[in-house]
């Protein structure tokens, strides 16, 4: 039974446009995460947040921002998109890391 | 931080073979461990978590083996069959980093 829900499914837009994620989880927990999987299927953590402590890879750059408003919710905005971000971002919550399905970004 | 190597990058593997997929990690503080397994076009589907040492758990078709004194865990696919094809990614979590991922093996099963 899904638990951890992703919207949209895909996006595609330009270079240089805002996008916006959104991750909803109804299992009470209290962490929950964003991932990066690359063209190539690697993996890397980008975000955790747990009780408004926010964790970030030192790796990311600084257009992506995590939003969250309770601690089901937990999007992910990145303000100007380039090539290289196109990606499946994953949401996930829990130490236990339930994963939500994905959302595809095309950056064109 | 921690580091997780996983090995092979591909197998192929004939059906009804079995077939070993190893990850090492580094830290040794790290206590949750899963395997994923990614069809294609497809989220990540969890196969098992662990949290025990040296502790075999047995799945369907699969068996995971934990060796933390050797900072080792084996995903073990039994008899595999073709609906096994897929990218099998290991995992560890070390609290709250979040978990670090093996770069995954791309498994084929073929008849």
Same mark, same amino acid.
């Given at each position: 039974?899904? @638990?951890?829900?992703?919207?949209?499914?895909?996006?595609?837009?330009?270079?240089?446009?805002?996008?916006?994620?959104?991750?909803?989880?109804?299992?009470?927990? #209290?962490? *929950?995460?964003?991932?990066?999987? #690359?063209?190539?299927?690697?993996?890397?953590? *980008?975000?955790?947040?747990?009780?408004?402590?926010?964790?970030?890879?030192?790796?990311?750059?600084?257009?992506?921002?995590?939003?969250?408003? #309770?601690? @089901?919710?937990?999007?992910?905005?990145?303000?100007?998109?380039?090539?290289? #971000?196109? @990606?499946?971002? %994953?949401?996930?919550?829990?130490?236990?890391q339930y994963f939500g399905p994905?959302?595809? %970004?095309?950056?064109? | 931080?921690?580091?997780?190597?996983?090995?092979?990058?591909?197998? !192929?593997?004939?059906?009804?073979?079995? $077939?070993?997929?190893?990850?090492?990690?580094?830290?040794?503080?790290?206590?949750?461990?899963?395997?994923?397994?990614?069809?294609?076009?497809?989220?990540?589907?969890?196969?098992?978590?662990?949290?025990s040492s040296t502790e075999i758990n047995e799945?369907?078709?699969?068996?995971?083996?934990?060796?933390?004194?050797?900072?080792?865990?084996?995903?073990?696919?039994?008899?595999?069959?073709?609906?096994?094809?897929?990218?099998?990614?290991?995992?560890?979590?070390?609290? $709250?980093?979040?978990?670090?991922?093996?770069?995954?093996?791309?498994? !084929?099963?073929?008849?």
């Open positions: 039974e899904t @638990a951890v829900f992703q919207t949209p499914n895909y996006h595609v837009t330009q270079v240089g446009n805002e996008v916006s994620f959104n991750c909803k989880q109804t299992l009470g927990h #209290d962490t *929950m995460y964003w991932y990066k999987q #690359d063209s190539k299927k690697l993996l890397k953590i *980008m975000f955790s947040y747990n009780n408004k402590q926010l964790i970030v890879n030192e790796t990311v750059p600084r257009r992506f921002s995590p939003q969250s408003s #309770d601690k @089901a919710h937990l999007n992910l905005r990145i303000k100007s998109v380039e090539p290289e #971000d196109s @990606a499946v971002y %994953l949401c996930a919550s829990s130490y236990e994905g959302t595809r %970004l095309t950056v064109l | 931080g921690e580091q997780v190597e996983q090995r092979p990058p591909h197998l !192929s593997v004939r059906e009804g073979d079995s $077939a070993v997929i190893i990850c090492t990690y580094t830290d040794p503080n790290s206590y949750y461990f899963f395997w994923y397994k990614q069809e294609p076009g497809a989220g990540l589907q969890l196969l098992m978590k662990v949290f799945g369907q078709g699969f068996t995971v083996l934990l060796n933390k004194k050797d900072k080792q865990l084996s995903l073990n696919l039994t008899a595999a069959h073709p609906g096994d094809s897929a990218v099998y990614f290991c995992a560890v979590n070390n609290y $709250a980093q979040g978990l670090t991922f093996g770069l995954g093996t791309r498994v !084929s099963v073929f008849p």
